[in-house]
């Protein structure tokens, strides 16, 4: 969708550094979440955000922060405590339908951020 | 937590036949099941969604089937073209949360 924007498209690691990744919408959705995908394993969530200034752990967390200061903006930081943090990293983002039986709504995803280890 | 199995992993049919994706879960509570294209390289769309007090739902060529009971929920795709050629994703959520627990995906393989 473009309304929601990666960058960059690829990007590489040195031993020992961080790097932060870019995610963007101009949808005015309430949500965002991250994602890692590994081939073979589908996409597994590592953070999401329903509203500003606040967020939760995913499946798989460590080795990971992220920061929900605007709506429009979920960066997420790959650290150095990450050891395998080679993968392809997708961004989403829905309306947030609150808290009940049917809140669920459909996430919309990004072009996504390649990451390789130098 | 949720836990979204599917099947099979790899799908190979002749154009114009019908392309089955089964996919089964393990939380009782989860009420909301979409279905993911993703072509090589880029992002997922969303192709058909699904919720829990409707049994199927249809659209074109794609219709999608929930059995509550037995906990399962599958994709339907006839007339199969080339262009349908990806990786297909399920995944399930229970709402309270508004997050989604997905399938290993599929890749569907149509041949001309």
């Known amino acids: 969708d473009g309304g929601i924007t990666q960058s960059p498209k690829y990007l590489f690691r040195k031993e020992g550094q961080n790097v932060t990744l870019s995610c963007e919408q101009n949808l005015n959705h309430d949500a965002m979440y991250w994602y890692r995908q590994d081939p073979g394993q589908g996409l597994r969530l590592i953070y999401y955000?329903?509203?500003?200034?606040?967020?939760q752990k995913g499946d798989i967390a460590e080795g990971y922060s992220v920061s929900r200061e605007k709506k429009e903006s979920f960066p997420l930081t790959v650290t150095s405590a990450q050891k395998n943090p080679t993968a392809f990293y997708l961004c989403?983002?829905?309306?947030?339908?609150?808290?009940?039986?049917?809140?669920?709504?459909?996430?919309?995803f990004g072009d996504g951020t390649r990451l390789s280890i130098l | 937590g949720e836990n979204v199995e599917q099947h099979p992993s790899t799908l190979s049919v002749q154009e114009g036949d019908s392309a089955v994706i089964k996919c089964t879960y393990s939380?009782?509570?989860?009420?909301?099941f979409p279905w993911y294209k993703q072509e090589l390289g880029k992002r997922p769309q969303l192709i058909i969604d699904?919720?829990?007090?409707?049994g199927e739902k249809k659209d074109q060529r794609i219709a999608v089937t929930l059995n509550k009971t037995a906990k399962h929920f599958s994709l339907h795709i006839t007339e199969t073209q080339p262009e349908d050629s990806a990786v297909y994703f399920c995944a399930g959520g229970e709402g309270s949360q508004g997050n989604l627990t997905f399938g290993k995906g599929t890749k569907l393989s149509v041949k001309p």
């Open positions: 989403a983002s829905s309306i947030f339908g609150g808290v009940d039986s049917y809140s669920n709504q459909p996430q919309h």
């Open positions: 955000s329903q509203i500003v200034n606040d967020f």
């Open positions: 699904i919720r829990s007090n409707v």
């Open positions: 939380d009782s509570a989860s009420n909301y």
